[in-house]
C-alpha cells in the first residue's frame, strides 16, 4: 500500500486508516518506500529459498489509495525492477497494480512498462474528463499487451447503473477482460 491518497473521493468508497483511502494522510516519502522495497525483497527471498524452485513466484501488488497518484511513483517502480536483479536467478517477481487508471498521458506512458498485470476500476461517479482519460489508459495498456482486468463498480443509483452498462458495453467491444462487482 504504497499511498493512503486517492485522487477520487467516490461516496461509496469508506475513507479513513484501514478503510480505503485518506485523503488527509501525506504521501509517504520516497525513502520510505525504498526501504520497504528492501524489506519486502529480504522477506520474500528468505521465503523463497524455503519452497522448491517450481514454485518461486512472487506476485507485488501495488495498490492504495491510488497508487498511482504517489508523486514519486515512477521512480518507486523504476527502483523495484532495479534492486529485484540481485534476486532474479532466486525467484520470478510479477508486479501488478490495484489502480483506477486515472492519470496523465505522459505519466501513464512510463508507468506501463512497469507494470506486469494491471487490475482497474471503473468508477461511475468520476467526471466525464476522468472516464474518457481512463478508456484511453486502458487502451494504452491494451496496445501495450500488459495483463488487464477491469472490474466495474455497480452502483444501484439507475443512471449511474446504466453508466457502468455502457462501460462493459465499450469493454465488450474492445475486448477486454472485466467482472461486475456491487458496491
Known amino acids: ?13 469508506p475513507s479513513g486508516i484501514q478503510e ?38 512472487v506476485v507485488l501488488n501495488v495498490y492504495g489509495g491510488e497508487s498511482l497518484h504517489h508523486p514519486d511513483i515512477v521512480t518507486v517502480l523504476e527502483q523495484l525492477h532495479k534492486r529485484y536483479q540481485q534476486y532474479r536467478n532466486s525467484w ?14 505522459k505519466k501513464f506512458a512510463k508507468i506501463i512498462p512497469l507494470i506486469d498485470e494491471f487490475s482497474v476500476s471503473y468508477h461511475t461517479q ?22 488487464l482486468k477491469c472490474v466495474i463498480l455497480m452502483h444501484s443509483e439507475p443512471e449511474l447503473f446504466q453508466d457502468a452498462n455502457n462501460m462493459i458495453a465499450w469493454l465488450t467491444d474492445n475486448d477486454i477482460r472485466y467482472l461486475p462487482r456491487a458496491v
Open 20 to 57: 480505503s483511502h485518506d485523503n488527509s494522510t501525506r504521501h509517504p516519502p520516497l525513502a520510505d518506500c525504498l526501504n520497504t522495497i528492501d524489506f519486502m525483497f529480504k522477506y520474500a527471498d528468505m521465503y523463497m529459498s524455503l519452497r522448491p524452485k517450481a514454485l518461486r513466484q
Open 126 to 147: 468520476a467526471t466525464v474528463k476522468q472516464k474518457q482519460q481512463f478508456k484511453k489508459n486502458l487502451l494504452a495498456v491494451k496496445s501495450a499487451g500488459r495483463r
Open 1 to 13: 500500500e504504497i499511498t493512503l491518497k486517492c485522487n477520487l473521493d467516490c461516496t461509496y468508497c
Open 92 to 105: 520470478n517477481l510479477t508486479i501488478t497494480t490495484t489502480t483506477n487508471a486515472i492519470v496523465s498521458d
